[in-house]
């Protein structure tokens, strides 16, 4: 099967952290099928980024297994008319979309996130003639469908998309709270890599590795640094953690437009020495992030259920996460802590007492799904749409060729 990927968050050799989910699923079905990637750039990040004589090119790692990458400039109106984004991007690339479907001749057309990416995947798709599904993550269908314009946009690509993938039960109700038919509706989990996520090493290896402090506690957070992360949050709970004499370091692992008001807001709180930030670092060496740390945390006001935890687990590593989204569905009081959202207190009480040796325990005990299963069980999906497509025109067909006949009764 010929599959195309259209999605923003989609990595390149400059970028190999952005949207590893994404390019693992990518990778795990390039084992046995073909993917190419078409992966917009803002102009805003890609126009100083050609000025310099550079250009985007797929990472290594997706080469060798692979996987074909474009990553077209996409034009738009920064923070303004974002119901129009998807109009936007398509305008921004569809000469690229059209030579891939010309060239690459797919079967499907899988999207990552409702909007602006889903509608240009819904349009790729119909351009096409093959089917089409979006993957939404979170907040494109928990906090986009509420904001005026953008969320009927929202409506439109789940309604017309052949199908909706979503990353959890909790999204899956979610969408179909908007007004998707459940028919349409189907929870794929995502997966881990076991070669990279996995418990061969202990904490004090990984530590020593990473060059970090064995006398202290260390705390890891993984993500983008936007808002709804809440990272003040986080921030404000390692200042009750400090102030109660806990030795410890938070590692805040990413980066985003937050993170110069956060840097100022930790020097302010003179916290410099509990709340480092590390930066962008390589997908395989999360890992070894996650095998030194005592926990992940995470303080987010919106989630849908992110592979951050679940990848932390894989590595041996429990966690404290604000119980938000989809989070519960993974959470369990052998190796978790879920807390409030914006609540800084029983974020940080969380912290202190998920640090009990049994949490370390239960951790160890998680059986991660692994991305191979998420594959197998996309490309069935497309499988089951393509025989549906196929089916349909067969009636069409038949229709036409054997009009029904509605004579009176009596006739004859």
């Given at each position: 099967?010929?599959?195309?990927?259209?999605?923003?968050?989609?990595?390149?050799?400059?970028?190999?952290?952005?949207?590893?989910?994404?390019?693992?699923?990518?990778?795990?079905?390039?084992?046995?099928?073909?993917?190419?990637?078409?992966?917009?750039?803002?102009?805003?990040?890609?126009?100083?980024?050609?000025?310099?004589?550079?250009?985007?090119?797929?990472?290594?790692?997706?080469?060798?297994?692979?996987?074909?990458?474009?990553?077209?400039?996409?034009?738009?109106?920064?923070?303004?008319?974002?119901?129009?984004?998807?109009?936007?991007?398509?305008?921004?690339?569809?000469?690229?979309?059209?030579?891939?479907?010309?060239?690459?001749?797919?079967?499907?057309?899988?999207?990552?996130?409702?909007?602006?990416?889903?509608?240009?995947?819904?349009?790729?798709?119909?351009?096409?003639?093959?089917?089409?599904?979006?993957?939404?993550?979170?907040?494109?269908?928990?906090?986009?469908?509420?904001?005026?314009?953008?969320?009927?946009?929202?409506?439109?690509?789940?309604?017309?998309?052949?199908?909706?993938?979503?990353?959890?039960?909790?999204?899956?109700?979610?969408?179909?709270?908007?007004?998707?038919?459940?028919?349409?509706?189907?929870?794929?989990?995502?997966?881990?890599?076991?070669?990279?996520?996995?418990?061969?090493?202990?904490?004090?290896?990984?530590?020593?590795?990473?060059?970090?402090?064995?006398?202290?506690?260390?705390?890891?957070?993984?993500?983008?640094?936007?808002?709804?992360?809440?990272?003040?949050?986080?921030?404000?709970?390692?200042?009750?953690?400090?102030?109660?004499?806990?030795?410890f370091e938070l590692h805040l692992i990413g980066d985003g437009p937050e993170r110069p008001r956060l840097e100022q807001r930790v020097a302010e709180l003179g916290l410099t020495e509990h709340v480092l930030f590390e930066g962008t670092i390589g997908h395989d060496q999360i890992a070894d992030w996650y095998r030194a740390a005592d926990l992940t945390v995470m303080s987010s006001d919106s989630e849908g259920l992110p592979n951050v935890l679940r990848e932390s687990l894989a590595c041996g590593t429990p966690f404290v996460s604000t119980d938000v989204g989809s989070i519960s569905e993974i959470a369990d009081p052998t190796y978790s802590i879920l807390a409030p959202q914006q609540d800084e207190k029983c974020l940080a009480e969380a912290i202190n007492d998920a640090l009990a040796e049994s949490?370390?325990?239960?951790?160890?005990?998680?059986?991660?799904?692994?991305?191979?299963?998420?594959?197998?069980?996309?490309?069935?999906?497309?499988?089951?749409?393509?025989?549906?497509?196929?089916?349909?025109?067969?009636?069409?067909?038949?229709?036409?060729?054997?009009?029904?006949?509605?004579?009176?009764?009596?006739?004859?």
């Amino acid at each position: 099967m010929r599959i195309l990927f259209i999605s923003t968050t989609f990595p390149d050799a400059t970028s190999p952290a952005r949207g590893t989910y994404n390019s693992a699923l990518c990778a795990a079905l390039a084992r046995n099928h073909e993917v190419h990637a078409i992966a917009p750039r803002s102009f805003l990040e890609a126009v100083p980024f050609r000025l310099k004589g550079k250009k985007y090119q797929l990472p290594v790692e997706l080469k060798e297994v692979g996987i074909s990458a474009s990553y077209p400039t996409f034009w738009h109106t920064p923070r303004m008319m974002q119901d129009r984004s998807g109009d936007q991007m398509w305008w921004s690339v569809q000469k690229v979309l059209k030579e891939a479907i010309n060239n690459f001749q797919p079967d499907a057309v899988l999207s990552y996130w409702a909007h602006p990416e889903g509608e240009v995947g819904v349009r790729s798709a119909h351009h096409a003639g093959v089917p089409s599904a979006v993957i939404v993550g979170g907040s494109d269908v928990l906090i986009l469908p509420k904001l005026p314009k953008r969320g009927e946009r929202v409506r439109d690509v789940l309604l017309q998309s052949d199908t909706v993938i979503t990353v959890s039960d909790g999204l899956r109700n979610s969408v179909i709270d908007l007004g998707v038919n459940s028919n349409r509706v189907q929870t794929i989990y995502q997966g881990i890599d076991p070669t990279v996520f996995h418990q061969n090493e202990s904490r004090a290896q990984a530590q020593q590795k990473l060059k970090l402090n064995p006398d202290l506690k260390h705390f890891v957070w993984v993500g983008r640094m936007v808002p709804v992360k809440a990272l003040d949050v986080l921030i404000n709970a390692s200042e009750i953690l400090r102030k109660q004499n806990l030795s410890f370091e938070l590692h805040l692992i990413g980066d985003g437009p937050e993170r110069p008001r956060l840097e100022q807001r930790v020097a302010e709180l003179g916290l410099t020495e509990h709340v480092l930030f590390e930066g962008t670092i390589g997908h395989d060496q999360i890992a070894d992030w996650y095998r030194a740390a005592d926990l992940t945390v995470m303080s987010s006001d919106s989630e849908g259920l992110p592979n951050v935890l679940r990848e932390s687990l894989a590595c041996g590593t429990p966690f404290v996460s604000t119980d938000v989204g989809s989070i519960s569905e993974i959470a369990d009081p052998t190796y978790s802590i879920l807390a409030p959202q914006q609540d800084e207190k029983c974020l940080a009480e969380a912290i202190n007492d998920a640090l009990a040796e049994s949490f370390g325990r239960g951790a160890t005990q998680y059986q991660a799904r692994v991305w191979e299963d998420t594959a197998k069980e996309t490309v069935e999906l497309f499988e089951r749409l393509n025989d549906q497509r196929e089916q349909n025109i067969e009636s069409e067909v038949k229709e036409r060729i054997f009009p029904p006949i509605n004579e009176p009764v009596g006739t004859r």
